[in-house]
């Protein structure tokens, strides 16, 4: 399979009234405060891992357009079981070049080159590497480099997976916030460096180190990874998100080549739709 040389964005979709109302009515933000909370969000993952969440699964699947018939099973005990059902073999065919990047999940993809600074300018905000990471050392590895980041919304498949063979390291979790990961939030706030968070390190024989950050949102029960330090294989789970739309970060060393109309497409304000396993990117020679 090819490097992807051209694909369409699509604009972010436009945020409705409450969410407006949350970040730009000061009554709205006392609320918000409640609502980034870890507490609400265990709350609110305990009711929807609950055989009392089932009603939600039918109008949920019928407003996202979801074609259960994808999926190994539409017999689902919670709403939970529903939000993180498992895709059926071969419907995302793994990109077969060990010298490839293949995409870990579903989603919307923005691609940032990370400058000499560290700064990576996401929406409106700006980040370094040191603040997503927390982790100086780690973050100079990057310079120079390139930032994927993936945005997951509650219709797209919330499993994701591995990019690359190799060893990957500890998971490192990072507490923090819970602010939703659409437009309105990112322009306003550093959400990515604010939000609650987890990262590996993975260690690659053909693309080097890479690290994979998967960040929390409002009302996510859990960022739930199956595995600690062991050796990986491209396109094994390496696991799920539950209630909520969120995020899969990868951060790059500069010796992967990313196609270029990824970063146009950013520049333009446009987000790329990828699905898991694609091929995103090469090895240089």
Same mark, same amino acid.
């Given at each position: ?35 980034? @909370? ?12 609950? @055989? ?140 990515? @460096? ?51 739309? @969120? ?39």
């Amino acid at each position: 399979m090819a490097i992807i040389t051209h694909r369409d964005g699509i604009p972010p979709e436009k945020d409705g009234g409450f969410l407006n109302f949350l970040y730009h009515n000061f009554l709205g933000r006392i609320l918000l405060k409640f609502l980034i @909370s870890r507490p609400l969000s265990i709350i609110c993952g305990k009711f929807l891992d609950s @055989s009392c969440s089932r009603f939600l699964i039918k109008p949920f699947v019928k407003n996202n357009n979801i074609d259960l018939n994808d999926y190994e099973s539409d017999n689902f005990r919670c709403f939970n079981d529903c939000f993180v059902r498992k895709i059926k073999d071969g419907l995302r065919p793994i990109d077969a070049s060990l010298n490839s990047l293949i995409s870990p999940c579903d989603g919307l993809l923005s691609a940032y080159r990370i400058t000499g600074d560290e700064i990576i300018p996401i929406k409106q905000s700006a980040y370094s590497v040191c603040d997503l990471l927390e982790n100086r050392e780690l973050a100079a590895h990057f310079k120079g480099g390139t930032c994927l980041v993936f945005r997951l919304c509650v219709n797209h498949y919330h499993r994701y997976g591995y990019p690359v063979n190799g060893v990957k390291g500890d998971n490192i979790f990072i507490p923090g916030k819970l602010h939703t990961v659409r437009p309105i939030a990112l322009a306003s706030l550093p959400v990515f @460096s604010r939000n609650c968070r987890e990262y590996t390190v993975m260690e690659s024989e053909h693309l080097g180190k890479i690290v994979q950050m998967e960040v929390g949102a409002m009302l996510v029960g859990k960022i739930k990874n199956h595995h600690g330090k062991c050796s990986i294989t491209r396109g094994d789970e390496k696991g799920m998100f539950l209630y909520g739309g @969120s995020t899969v970060i990868l951060l790059l060393e500069k010796n992967i080549q990313i196609p270029e109309f990824l970063f146009e497409n950013t520049k333009n304000a446009l987000e790329t739709p990828i699905k898991m396993n694609e091929e995103i990117g090469k090895a240089l020679a």
